[in-house]
């Protein structure tokens, strides 16, 4: 079992909604994140003052799957956050699940997972 | 004893106020008075009007609204001076009760002509324009919450202030400056048609050309999917604002402080806000199963724009009617432009257009003195002259410098994209769906 | 010269406006103004009510107390029309001095007598009527926070609309309506008693057959834990409008704009309010160890129900003490109803009924025209029929259809629960604690 | 017909009011009207402040910035009852047109001397109280805004008491308190010099003698860095609501409802106000490339405070041109004073002594009857006098109990430090950066 | 070392909270987070539309032990928010860590945990 | 690759920020957190009652790095939010990553990750 951390873009979400959706991936949870990365800086104003602000808004998708869906989600984010030249698109980390409950049941494993 | 501050001017004003006897200076004073009191009510609308399409609208178009909003009263304040309230009320037509123009500027009656004969000592040049100034600003900022979240910020400045500078005085002058609807008996007492409709036209054409926001009616044909306004509180505030308001807006547009009539005017005004309220809630708890908060808000509006018309004409009962079934109606009316796929962020077509169409043809039932097809061609010639201006503005606007923001920046909100900065510094503030 | 938009019923009204000279005209317009700023006044408090009681509950709950709020001025202005106000001057009581009843709707009275002669020339009928109409929602307001953030929006709605309809107007027909308490001498100028306690007892009713909000006191016994309002703003703006409004509230009963009582009540309005934010500082603060700031805003509010009993018949320097007094009060009072264990979220029991009570009762120690005893008979009297009305309505409402919310409702929020619906979409909100 | 509450006081207070005829007593009664109107709609200035200054300030420090305008308000009114009013209208100067004091607490003069003959008919010595009092706590109100996110609030509580019980009133005195400014014949019609300067280098000193917050001049000297307001809606909310109250804080200027100068009052005010947004946005947006909302609302206090000191004196013309000027340099201002690194969280300087000053000399340039040098005279000893007082002040607390939270607890926010609360209780806000 | 982070309902915190405590566990972090699982939709309505929700609110509670304690989370966990038959109420990750550091002290491993 | 996750106080955030990037490390992520520990709790008054909180806000800063890139990390973070004796600054837990992947080129492994 995995952990599957993506990095993405705010406005990105729904498409990916959709696209995990195709794999039958619909299990996740997500939290408000700012990242700081090689994207371009977003410019503020205010009184007079100009500022260069480089953690910008980002969301962070956390899904855990087992082993052989990783490669679906991967193509799933990437397939619509690519963006050819265009910096600051995020990240997908991989980290290992030693164990999974489903908290209702208390079952535990792969079957819990999803 | 206390000392007075020596108002020099004062003298130079108040030295034509040589009246018959003191009583009709203290007539006089009070009527002007009123007449004050209502335009920093009227006044005050405009911060209803920001609070209101700001809490209906998302946190990352906030300042924008805010922005239009504050800019707009300047704006419309400013040309009403320099040509507005010249072209309103023209005194003579140079084009047959359609167009006239009595210069640029504002111009002040030397002495008593200024004062207290300018309008049979009720109130003085000044106070009239000020009042009448404190209306214009009101058609712009209508159109700005159809508008929201996807205008360009110059472009929408640009439309308004030639909207506000010339169409909205020029459609007024026909009614309200004794020209040729005036002539034929047609009736509207504060301004259901010649301010609400006036303003809401605009806004359906600008809707319409603009197209609705991304995701409003669904990604790959998924029906209509709702956008919630970022904060109630904040609707909230702008509906009692405007009510409030309202009592200026209508109480003032009696020109004086007649006991009678003012009165008579606040408690239809009172009665078909709240009716207003009662028929939204009805309506919309029957079919959502839930009640709705942002649409009993829009039902008190509802009720204030629909009596607007004829406040002082029809008869406190018959005002529960007229506002009752103004709270139908915009219920109604914000769920048809979303069957159209007409997106009005706010419903401001619903509550100014709707209500105001409304309102204006309930003079011509309830009010035995006044003629539905009157009323009807009042409505009718309006529609017309203000639609087609405003489809001409905005599509000259749309083709000389483009209305509508790129999509990029409608998804990362106006506030980064058209300012550079947020509204609600610290906050976090989910901007997925 | 400007157009002038006529006005066809007013030549009906002011038909009957022939007085003696026309400086009476002058002085009856002056005062019927000042009774129709008032009445605007008085207007904008709910807004205050509203804002105040959506900021000190939480964000969770917010939708539901706007739209409570909102729903009672509607409901509170369509009653009176209907009944309210002729059960509250009934003119003769069919029931000594108790009860009475001039019939169903607003009845106008023809030409002059509805106008000039209708109350010596003070005001004319309507504004009589759009005057008492706005405190009548009042009463239902103060109620709705200490029942906010668990009690179900219809069975709500339906004790407000009972309440207001019959039991305000009825209990006010006693000392307004020149009923019993006005003939023995009892004194509640601007309605400590008449609007405050009578809200207060309601409230405390209320709060005490609901029970606490989950969590408030403790889980497992683990003492009294504060549940922060969600936005100190809202209150503040809340305090700061009611303060605002209060002018109109006390300012307006004097019932004319006569200078010498107006700018007095103005005077002690005032310093009450001041120095019940002096006293509720220095004893939270003394208590606390910190200043709190919520506590503050209660204060100002609880000197400004402290004076409104007497604030024509106590002097300025009194009106201090009364509300410095006041403010001690209110404090005292929140922490003490927190040890009975009686929730009121925004301590409107301590605002409107501690302090409406100690306002009744300050007019007979601090005016030599009053008698304590004949305050204390109409306090007790007032107290006791209120008291027994509402643990009536709310018990047949909650036999009926139940009063409270479930509780997997309440832990989630009434927003979500009655509304479907979120005050502030896209903001973070943490629900734990 | 209806019964009216008995006032009884209100007899022995019109006891006095035996006039000529009974116009006069009308004349006098909407004079006095509208001046009561005045003081409700400065009292609501207050509201405008508090929510002014938290919407530019952090989120974190909210609760300390509502505090302390409801305590400024408290403070400010009961000080000018107990010594302000009598300072500020010794009738008699001791110290030859420099220092005067007609006793401790407001005096009621008896009978008719307290109402129509107080001020000639126009208003009663308790509207002049109320009235001058509202406008004392203002000048306490101003610093608050420049000393924002990081003064003690006990020591700033001290302060502000001093300063509004004895320098506002002493400085008053002057002009309006027929000193020795007036005697020269310096001119400053509603205060721009008296209020807002008086406010304004109270300010500065603060501003100065804290220093800046911590990040806002850089850590290792990286420039400046802006420390964003967290709520624009509140800051736009507080804006409205300050223009709102201003047509109280000029147009009660006049001291009384004479038509011709308060509608000319009126115009002047509306128009400054309108070119000062113009006038900020066109230097903003050229100057930073985007249009800056936070500016484009400190430019229509600019042209209000612009044109306070000759809103009677200049011509609707001229009055554009004084609030676009007053636009222009409230957005200098602000930088300017960045550039100096004294680091003014709401642009409080700017808007009240840059524009304060500006103001004042321009009723030397556009009225002809009052002379340039004379208004720089006065501008001039207003300034020694407050920034020496402020200084002496400021100094003298900090010596004594210190002014400056602790690093942590300005990092952490005075909300928790010196609260212990939290300003939205619920909501997530990133405290960093 | 083990990370576990469990998705909760928010309303339940408190009481797991409590039951943690029992096992002398009150060291956690927790966020804010959105999750979509197969809970029931909560239903929204607004101007007329009503609107399917299913990104509904829940805490992200992150608690770092030692090995011998991770039964106890599960157990305290589990037993505050099990619920039969009610779907949607969350699960828990276990995932292995490498190192932990107090930062305060620089101390690491198995005692820096707690 | 390692995933590095540091809960530290919200206001050492920006001086953390340039000791990162002394060591040229300037991608991260961070969410909003509250967290409980041995801190002492802080006081809150509202009407009359006083109340402590013990969940106090936390930054959670998420770096993902190469192996050789870890002890500059913990470095950077202790040294500025090491303070002698007072309780509750932190702290950094050490997971590993399995996969990292770059969203805009699909790019996989070490070079992914800065
Ligand atoms: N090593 C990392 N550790 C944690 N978060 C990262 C890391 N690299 C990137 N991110 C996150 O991903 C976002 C985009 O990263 P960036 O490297 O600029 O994208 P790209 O690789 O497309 O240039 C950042 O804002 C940050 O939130
Ligand atoms: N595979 C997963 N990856 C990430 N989060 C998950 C996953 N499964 C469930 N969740 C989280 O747990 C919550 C409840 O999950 P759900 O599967 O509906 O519960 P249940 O197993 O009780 O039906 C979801 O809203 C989501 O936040
Ligand atoms: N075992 C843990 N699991 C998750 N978070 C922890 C753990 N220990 C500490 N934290 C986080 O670190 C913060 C400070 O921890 P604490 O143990 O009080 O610090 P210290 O070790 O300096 O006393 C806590 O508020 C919490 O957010």
Redesign the pocket.
Known sequence: MKLIIAIIQPEELPAIKEELLKHQIY???ITNAKGQGKEIPVQEVYRGISHEITLLNKVRL????NDEYVDAVIDAITLVAKHEGDKGRGKIFILPIEECI???TGEKGSTA?? | MKYFKPIYIMALLTGGLVMADSSEAALFTVNNTWMLVSTILVFIMHLGFATLESGLTRAKNTVNILFKNVSIIAIGLLTYAICGFNLMYPGEFSLGGVFGFAGWGISVPQGAAGLVEYADGAYTYFTDFIFQAMFAATAATIVSGAVAERVKLGSFLIFSTLYVAFIYPIAGSWKWGAGWLDQIGFYDFAGSTLVHSVGGWAALVGAVVLGPRIGKYGRNGKGTIPIMGHSMPLATIGVFLLWFGWYGFNGGSVLSADPGPVSFVFVTTTLAAAAGVIGAMTLSWTISKKPDLSMVLNGSLAGLVGITAGADVISPMNAVIVGYIAGLLVVSSVMFFDRLKIDDPVGAVSVHLTCGIWGTLAVGIFSPEHQFLTQLIGVGAYGLFCFVSALGLFYGIKTAIGLRVSEQEELGGLDLGEHEMEAYAGFQIFTVE
């Open positions: 299990k996740f949870t956390e899904i855990a799957v489903r908290i209702r997972i999803g």
